[in-house]
């Protein structure tokens, strides 16, 4: 350690498939050091779901619900996320062929949502080579003209979705149960929508509901985000849901199913007790990983989670491996709202999350989620990116400071805050932190 100063015993950051360790000044002071221990199953991904199939919560097993007529849609999420799809998809249909369905009665539909589709490649990662070349498979296309209603939300928008999902006799839902900034948890009716729902509902259903008071991280309590989407869901008629449940270290912890909101709130029950985690002060520091979100606009999602339980003027530091760089698109979206903001870019996200605007049109929902709760979040903290695949360059653009490394990190803060609190969050992205304050955008 630079600087002169002997150190505490080191600290670590969750990164892929391994640990980032790092060591504090003495004269820092940790208030927390979220790294709860959790315990490894024993169980392969295949033997959970199978488990969670014949027991499913809220609903018959599917041997009790499938004809040998039946047409199967199974909606996958797509590649934002770290669900195990190869290995639940492959218990799935094992269990579908043991009913008595053949593989032309079986189509998987990737919920993308307002994301980019999927390539040749990541649909054989997420399928299986077997499994591709037995089942079809459709990338969804939110701007698609073959679109049908299923209902109105409540600010009148028609609810459209991919048009496979009437065709089906029977919608099977898998996704993760993780931390989400607005919905409170991902997985369940979220594979609806934004899942496989056209640009224009998502679009009215994100910028209507993400200022709503218990639209927040953690929370499905009188939260309207959420309870649209259930009703989306109900109205597409989801039929079954597979949700994969995660530990503080990102290792499958179990898989629930059954009902799309029922099995979804017992997920999130189980989740929570050991995701969420009591933060009784806002410290000068918070150092963060983005694990498990590894992909472009996603590892934002940890700034959000921390800046929360950061002091106003504080600084937050933000580890993250970004498979495949930060977008160009993206930081292109950042210098076009630094030269829109005038050099008030908080005010500049405000507004136009109070007029139900989207900051860059026809972009991606997540993308326009991800640059307004950015620049929220720099209004009031700092933000120090480390990361290999992201340039000192890029990071300016986005607004951050960059380091090579996080001891390079905590030595450019300890440089003016020799006498620092600091938080760790070991996995940001799946980190719940529960506050007394209220949580406002103002």
Request: hydrophobic share 40%.
């Amino acid at each position: 350690m630079k600087g002169g100063e002997s150190v505490m015993h080191e600290y670590f950051l969750w990164q892929t498939g391994k640990k980032i360790y790092f060591q504090l000044p003495k004269s820092w002071q940790v208030l927390i050091n979220v790294t709860q221990e959790f315990e490894i199953s024993g169980k392969t991904v295949y033997q959970m779901t199978s488990e969670s199939l014949a027991n499913p919560i809220g609903t018959l097993p599917l041997e009790e619900i499938i004809q040998p007529s039946h047409k199967i849609l199974i909606i996958a999420d797509d590649m934002a996320r770290p669900t195990p799809k190869k290995e639940i998809l492959a218990c799935l249909i094992d269990n579908l062929s043991r009913l008595g369905l053949k593989d032309d009665q079986i189509h998987i539909l990737f919920a993308t949502g307002t994301h980019r589709q999927l390539t040749g490649q990541e649909v054989e990662m997420a399928m299986g080579k077997e499994l591709l070349e037995r089942i079809r498979y459709t990338n969804h296309d939110c701007r698609s003209e073959n679109l049908v209603s299923v209902g109105r939300l409540k600010t009148g928008g028609e609810i459209k979705v991919n048009k496979l999902l009437l065709e089906a006799d029977l919608r099977i839902g898998i996704g993760s149960i993780i931390p989400h900034p607005a919905n409170g948890y991902g997985g369940g009716g979220k594979i609806i929508l934004p899942g496989v729902s056209g640009y224009e509902t998502i679009r009215e259903h994100h910028t209507t509901h993400q200022i709503d008071e218990g639209a927040y991280i953690g929370n499905i309590k009188n939260n309207g985000f959420y309870e649209e989407i259930c009703e989306a869901a109900r109205l597409a008629n989801l039929n079954f849901i597979i949700n994969a449940l995660y530990s503080p270290g990102g290792e499958i912890k179990g898989i629930v199913a059954g009902h799309f909101e029922k099995a979804h709130r017992h997920g999130i029950e189980l989740s929570s007790k050991e995701l969420a985690v009591q933060i009784d002060e806002d410290a000068d520091v918070s150092i963060v990983s983005a694990f498990p979100h590894e992909e472009g606009p996603q590892v934002m999602k940890s700034i959000s989670m921390a800046a929360k339980v950061t002091k106003r003027g504080g600084t937050i530091i933000l580890v993250a491996r970004v498979q495949g760089g930060i977008p160009e698109p993206f930081i292109q979206a950042f210098d076009y709202a630094y030269e829109k903001a005038n050099g008030d870019p908080r005010g500049l996200a405000l507004e136009y999350i109070r007029e139900r605007k989207l900051i860059v049109e026809n972009a991606a929902l997540d993308f326009n989620a991800a640059l307004s709760y950015t620049l929220l979040d720099l209004g009031i903290v700092n933000v120090i990116m480390v990361s290999k695949e992201v340039s000192k360059n890029q990071a300016m653009r986005l607004g951050f400071k960059h380091a090579d490394t996080l001891d390079d990190a905590v030595q450019m803060v300890y440089r003016n805050v020799p006498e620092a609190t600091v938080n760790i969050f070991s996995a940001g992205g799946l980190t719940v932190p529960i506050v007394q304050k209220t949580l406002s955008f103002c």
